[in-house]
Each structure stands twice: as C-alpha cells, then as structure tokens.
C-alpha cells in the first residue's frame, strides 16, 4: 500500500558554497537551507543539497530534507530524500 503526502514549503535561508569542479570539469555546489512546510507535513526541515552545473541553464540535485513536525497525524522527526 502506498500513501501519498501534499505540502508546500516555504524556503527559509539558502546558503550556498562551491565544492569544485570534477575531472569533468562540472561545478558542484553544496546548499544548507531551511524549510518550513504546511499541508500533510507541517513543520521546520534542515536541508542539505549538492548540485551538478553541467550547465548555466539545468542542474541534476540530491538532497536531504531532516523535518521536526507532523506528518500522517504522528509527531518528531524524520529525513526525506529527493533527487531532480
């Protein structure tokens, strides 16, 4: 059985920083952020991304979402995952 959970998510801060570059010569980038969530998950996350530049206009994402709130009517906390 699968269930699905909708939020929306306020950005909070957005601190990001250069990593480098690999032998392929593409940027990689790390953002710590913060979130705040509303809907099925209501609460606060801390959240770490890397980012690959392959280019100026797209960018393959990984990041790693820890959430202090409510989710499915149980409380405390929990990580999400999500890659794009």
């Not at 909070?12 to 809907?39: C, K, M, N, Y």
């Not at 990041?63 to 409510?70: I, K, T, Y």
């Amino acid at each position: 059985m699968t269930t699905t959970a909708c939020s929306k998510f306020e950005v909070l801060t957005w601190d990001q920083s250069p990593l480098g570059e690999g032998e392929a010569g593409i940027p990689v980038t790390r953002t710590s952020s913060g979130h705040r969530f509303t809907g099925d998950i209501e609460g606060d996350a801390t959240v770490e991304y890397l980012f690959a530049h392959p280019n100026e206009s797209t960018a393959g994402i990984v990041g790693l979402f820890r959430v202090a709130g409510s989710l499915g009517g149980r409380s405390g906390t929990f990580v999400m995952q999500s890659s794009g």
